[in-house]
């Protein structure tokens, strides 16, 4: 049997060796990328690629170790790539994500959009966040309130984005990608659910409660105690509005203290979401490409191809870059069943050289990248 300080000695050689092999490697990659600064040729070339782990792989000398080739290659040519990218933002190249860095939002004669109506936990965001200088439209679905921002009929949207016990909002998700708003703040509301009723009703009347499907998901356990029938609306303030025209004991909703005030109805329990904590994180949007001074989290959205170890390979850029990823939810891609667009957000601002390589390298290899904020 070997000594085992004799092989680690051994192991130590060889390891000295791939070290220097590996920096020869990489100081040819640097002409390779000087030559792709040249020419404009992609960093990535996936064909080359492909090729060369196939080529690799029939030098080992078995299976077990064309794995381990393939792996191993695969590491040193995205650590190839990962050096290209930095040396071509040095450069210049693509190294400005085109942000207008502002020290404080513009919002003199804003007009700011919310979806609902007055008594919705949006309107109370938007409020809570701009106060009563700007001017605020209300609209009916989360998209109108894009489209108002887009068609510059609004200067800002004030959107629900994640609640900490329902989680995501999937439209809004969804609509970040479709429309060219960009997200410029968040801002977080305290959710405190009401069991309302009309005048004169108590809870034994209650049959049936009216709601929106994210405030049932923050009260299930209460309302599912009680055995009521759970009939979706549009909002909560809607649902207020509603069972105030209705002369219906029977009949509940599901609303903020503010909506209740509002519409004129009795709070039969205060406070019937199953978290404490319960929040709501908003998005402030804007079609403007423009990005706090004080901004501290980027948001992308990107396809990749529908390959083992595809998202790993993108989450790399950010890891390599040093960069803290804060949130990293998926959607499914329409049409393409099975197959998700990811939410990655991390921490950074748009013109900071590490932020630029990761979203250099994301957008070069990912089948579609999208920046959907700096805030
Ligand atoms: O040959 C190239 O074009 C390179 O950029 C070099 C290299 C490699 O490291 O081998 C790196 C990136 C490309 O995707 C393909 C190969």
Redesign the pocket.
């Known amino acids: 049997m070997k000594d085992l300080l004799e092989s680690r000695k051994e192991i130590d050689e060889i390891d000295d060796s791939i070290i220097r092999l590996f920096e020869k490697?990489m100081e040819v990659?640097k002409n390779?990328?000087e030559y792709?600064l040249r020419t404009g040729?992609p960093?990535?070339?996936?064909q080359?690629?492909l090729d060369?782990i196939a080529t690799l792989k029939t030098k080992a000398s078995d299976d077990f170790y064309a794995h381990g080739v393939e792996e191993l290659f695969e590491q040193?040519?995205a650590m190839?790539?990962k050096m290209?990218y930095k040396l071509l933002n040095e450069e210049g190249v693509n190294n400005d994500i085109g942000f207008d860095i502002v020290d404080k939002l513009p919002t003199e004669d804003a007009t700011v959009v919310y979806q609902g109506i007055p008594g919705a936990y949006s309107q109370q965001a938007a409020t809570e966040y701009f106060g009563d200088k700007v001017n605020y439209v209300n609209v009916t679905t989360f998209r109108e309130a894009m489209k108002y921002v887009r068609d510059g009929k609004a200067d800002y949207a004030v959107l629900p984005f994640e609640n900490s016990s329902a989680g995501i909002v999937t439209d809004v998700y969804d609509l970040l990608v479709e429309f060219q708003n960009y997200i410029v703040d968040t801002f977080d509301v305290k959710i405190e659910h009401c069991l309302c009723g009309i005048s004169g009703a108590t809870i034994d009347d209650i049959k049936d409660v009216y709601s929106h499907p994210q405030a049932f998901m923050q009260s299930n356990k209460f309302i599912e105690e009680h055995g009521w029938g759970k009939v979706n609306l549009a909002n909560t303030a809607i649902s207020a509005r509603y069972i105030s025209e209705q002369s219906d004991k029977s009949r509940g909703c599901i609303a903020s203290e503010n909506a209740a005030n509002i519409y004129g109805l009795n709070i039969l329990h205060k406070g019937i979401n199953f978290n404490d904590s319960n929040t709501t994180q908003f998005i402030i949007i804007s079609r403007q490409r423009v990005a706090r001074r004080d901004a501290g989290l980027i948001c992308i959205s990107f396809e990749m191809p529908h390959a083992s170890g595809t998202l790993y390979q993108m989450l790399s850029h950010i890891i390599y870059n040093d960069l803290n990823m804060t949130r990293i939810q998926s959607r499914p891609v329409p049409d393409k069943n099975w197959e998700y667009r990811f939410y990655v957000e991390f921490e950074g601002r748009a013109n900071q050289p590490g932020v630029v390589n990761a979203l250099s390298g994301i957008n070069a290899e990912a089948l579609n990248m999208k920046i959907l904020g700096n805030y």
């Open positions: 490697r990659c390779v990328a792709k040729k960093v990535l070339d996936r080359r690629e060369k040193i040519m190839s790539r290209q």
